[in-house]
């Protein structure tokens, strides 16, 4: 699959998380987080498989890849989602934005120190250029951020967990579908938020039984959309471009949950907002090396 392709799809993907935020926090106002979460992760494994089934990609692992995919649930699935629906409790959404948007930084840096695969000038500065990007979207009608706190910290290491499991992804999808691998990693995960959540909120899941119909047309779309195959696109895009390349496109994750706040909860949208959307889409072209194959292409045409 060629790179734009592959950029194409990692645009739609943060265009549905971008619309799944305010879908999951519409969701936990019914139902306590890491519950909510547990289930919502078990649906999505079956969606997955499902859809692996329909396209004849099951095969059952080897017992190395077993190994790997255990990790990458602890990391992906479990560590990831469960600080950060902790995190998210103690923090404001202002300083957890701000956190989320260092996770390309930290992909970049991780894969450069442990893969040895160093990013180019360009590349950096795209990454740069987007944190700034992020930061300024965030920030705009917040306020500015209310300090360091133990749910920033949460936050932090939610996202270091994600970046980790990424290396992980990479590393495997030269042997086991990237895809195939999301589908064990949501069902490992989702077992053992399950677990977590009879210690942690025992009783919660008694919270379904009062729902309105909203919550399940929500919880089907985050569970079967957001997460299933949001996922599954992501890591086989991780597979294709690498963790560095497809990290950098997290950065339009949070001008679209602005987009999907605005039409989901009637959040208001502003010409700041719009300026943070320019860095990031710079950010976003320098990062992931788009801009780079585009001048590349243009010198072969104007030197033919």
């Known amino acids: 699959m060629s790179q734009m392709k592959v950029y194409g799809i990692l645009t739609l993907v943060m265009l ?9 926090k519409y969701l936990v106002s019914f ?3 890491v519950t909510l979460t547990a289930f919502r992760i078990l649906a999505a494994g079956i969606s997955v498989f499902i859809l692996l089934a329909v396209f004849k990609l099951l095969r059952w692992p080897t017992k190395r890849e077993w190994k ?10 479990v560590g990831h989602h469960y600080f950060l629906s902790s995190g998210l409790a103690l923090t404001s959404g202002t300083n957890a934005g701000l ?13 450069s120190l442990i893969l ?20 300024a979207t965030v920030l705009v009608g917040n306020g500015g951020t209310s300090g360091m706190n133990l749910g920033d910290i949460f936050v932090f290491v939610s996202i270091l967990s994600q970046v980790f499991s990424y290396l992980i992804i990479a590393k495997m999808a030269r042997t086991l579908d990237p895809r195939l691998m999301t589908g064990y990693m949501f069902l490992i995960g ?3 938020l399950f677990a977590i959540s009879l210690v942690q909120e025992p009783g919660e899941i008694r919270a379904f039984i009062g729902v309105p119909p909203t919550f399940w047309l929500a919880f089907f779309f985050s569970a079967m959309l957001g997460t299933a195959v949001g996922h599954m696109l992501y890591n086989y895009s991780i597979g294709q471009a690498g963790p560095t390349k497809a990290a950098i496109f997290m950065n339009l994750n949070t001008f679209f949950s602005l987009v999907g706040a605005s039409v989901i909860l009637g959040e208001e949208i502003t010409s700041r907002h719009l300026f943070g959307l320019i860095l990031i889409v710079i950010g976003v072209l320098f990062g992931s090396g788009a801009a780079e194959d585009l001048i590349r292409k243009r010198k072969k045409r104007l030197s033919a």
């Open 16 to 24: 549905i998380w971008g619309f799944n935020l305010p879908s999951v």
């Open 31 to 33: 139902v306590e987080p």
């Open 68 to 77: 790997f995919i255990v990790f990458a649930s602890l990391l992906n699935v």
């Open 99 to 111: 956190v989320l948007g260092t996770g390309p930084m930290l992909t970049a840096v991780l894969v």
């Open 116 to 135: 040895r695969n160093y990013p180019s000038k360009l590349q950096w500065m795209g990454v740069v250029v987007g944190i700034i990007g992020v930061s």
């Open 190 to 192: 989702s077992v053992i």
